[in-house]
């Protein structure tokens, strides 16, 4: 018996001293981030906020099948769902994971990353981020995503939110459109080893 407490002493001495060696993580200045759309996402102030930008809107409006049928309500999206952001760091880095400060629901949210420039087979290139995929994103307290690889560029995905304050209401067939505007983050950090 007293060999089982030694041997459960010993176990539990290794297993702490290995994670003990792991190196911790330390945040990624913004400096060393650049980006093409939203600057207010890493320019490392939360109280500025980027928004995802928005090419579209919904058309709902009600569509007769057949002669004698009912009137079928319909859905229809013009232009597309899907917004998109790309943040790039100066040089390929190992990132640990990334911390979303969100400002607004984000729908669908996802992530992808590649390591390689610009090049013609580049957007082939992105590998998704398989944390938290296709989640839907609520409230202001920061999300963590594990990346856990290298990275140069960042590309963030997520789907448009209805605009209901801007509804344009149609003609008497009861036709509306519904503009689309983006998701806002306050601020996205990222985390890398020392």
Known sequence: MRMFYVLLFLLFGVIGCALLQESPSVEIPASRLSWAQNPEMVDGDLSTVGTFVAKGSIKKEFVVNLRYAPRQYQR????????E??????APTYIKYIEVYPASTIPNFALDTTAEEKSPKWLLSFAAVEDKRTQRVEGTL?????????????????????????????????????????????????YGRQ
Do not use: M
Request: charged content about 30%; hydrophobic content about 40%.
């Open 85 to 90: 952001t790309l943040i790039k760091l100066d």
């Open 142 to 190: 920061p999300v963590r995503f594990q990346i856990e690889r290298e990275v140069l560029y960042l590309r963030l995905t997520a789907n448009a939110l209805e605009d209901l304050d801007n509804v344009a209401h149609g003609n008497e067939t009861g036709e509306l459109r519904i503009p689309l505007k983006g998701a806002s983050i306050r601020e996205i950090k990222f």
């Open 76 to 83: 229809r999206v013009i232009g597309s769902l899907k917004t």
